[in-house]
């Protein structure tokens, strides 16, 4: 049986050759000129106001600064089940890949363990990660309690940017254009209740009502295994052994490939109404967040 490193090391090349990615699912695509909601993988739920979401030139605005009541965004639950019966389990084991193609308009916090707009992936067992993202910082919420945990300054409004969430093991890896730039231990933030204690669990938009934010975005996507995975933006290289004896002797030998890189994958929560906890938060537990 293979290795996971040499499976992600073959899924490189095939990327290098194929130049796409036949396991990677496309949530939302800006390109086909429909909005998140209409593409078969993510519902839209929202409460406590108004959201302005608009979906032209090849991606969709998402706008929840009118007031910090308004919690919503997009999931890839139904209630209680997906709703797409195919979406993958998103194994640990094996690894799996978020992507999310983003640019933050404008964020406003009234305290500093809230975001207006948050990322969540969380794999077939619950482990996972909730990123927060302010105008100049991307940080984790750190479990069940949510308070600001570790983070980085960066700046999110400059430009649309890939970033990836590299869930493997017991830890992730976020990458900003391709360049790494934060990383940790995963959470289990089941213990809260819904949505988090929902199985490959995905969701993105405002999920707190202590907070507001606006954003585009031209995709979503995950890779549910390192069969075949795309990081970042622009090249990256990838260093893969040889088992076999070159013609110079028998050595192994490292060789060293550049591969094209595409744009991210990404995943979302979506809200439902009668999920809405007085404090902001998603789910039907009374606790406040």
């Known amino acids: 049986m293979l290795s996971t490193k040499l499976r992600w090391c073959l899924a490189t090349l095939l990327?290098?050759?194929?130049?796409?990615?036949?396991?990677?699912?496309d949530l939302y695509s800006g390109p086909l000129g429909t909005g998140p909601e209409d593409q078969g993988w993510l519902t839209y739920g929202g409460v406590g106001g108004t959201v302005v979401r608009t979906t032209a030139g090849g991606r969709t605005t998402f706008d929840t600064t009118a007031t910090n009541t308004i919690q919503a965004g997009y999931s890839n639950y139904f209630g209680p089940t997906p709703l797409n019966?195919?979406?993958p389990a998103l194994s640990r084991t094996d690894g799996f890949i978020v992507s999310l193609d983003m640019r933050l308009l404008g964020?406003?916090?009234?305290?500093?363990?809230?975001?207006?707009?948050?990322?969540?992936?969380?794999?077939?067992?619950?482990q996972g990660v909730e990123l927060s993202f302010w105008t100049n910082e991307v940080w984790v919420q750190s479990?069940?309690?949510?308070?600001?945990?570790?983070g980085v300054a960066f700046d999110?409004?400059?430009?649309?940017?890939?970033?990836?969430?590299?869930?493997?093991?017991?830890?992730?890896?976020?990458r900003a254009g391709g360049n790494p730039i934060l990383g940790g231990n995963l959470r289990n933030y089941s213990s809260f209740g819904l949505p988090y204690n929902l199985p490959n669990f995905m969701f993105l938009g405002d999920d707190t009502s202590s907070a507001r934010g606006s954003f585009e975005f031209w995709r979503l996507a995950?890779?549910?295994e390192p069969t075949v995975a795309l990081l970042g933006t622009g090249a990256f290289l990838l260093l893969i052994e040889r088992r076999r004896p070159l013609r110079e002797g028998s050595r192994q030998r490292t060789m060293l490939i550049s591969a094209p890189d595409h744009s991210g994958l990404v995943g979302r929560r979506g809200i439902s109404?009668?999920?809405?906890?007085?404090?902001?938060?998603?789910?039907?537990s009374t606790r406040h967040r």
């Open 273 to 284: 109404k009668r999920t809405m906890t007085d404090d902001g938060r998603t789910g039907n």
């Open 107 to 126: 964020e406003a916090h009234a305290n500093n363990n809230r975001a207006g707009v948050s990322l969540i992936a969380l794999s077939s067992d619950l």
């Open 85 to 87: 019966p195919s979406f």
């Open 143 to 150: 479990g069940s309690d949510f308070v600001h945990a570790e």
């Open 222 to 224: 995950v890779v549910p």
């Open 15 to 25: 990327v290098f050759c194929t130049g796409r990615a036949s396991l990677a699912i």
């Open 156 to 174: 999110t409004t400059a430009a649309m940017t890939t970033y990836d969430l590299e869930i493997h093991g017991s830890t992730y890896a976020l």
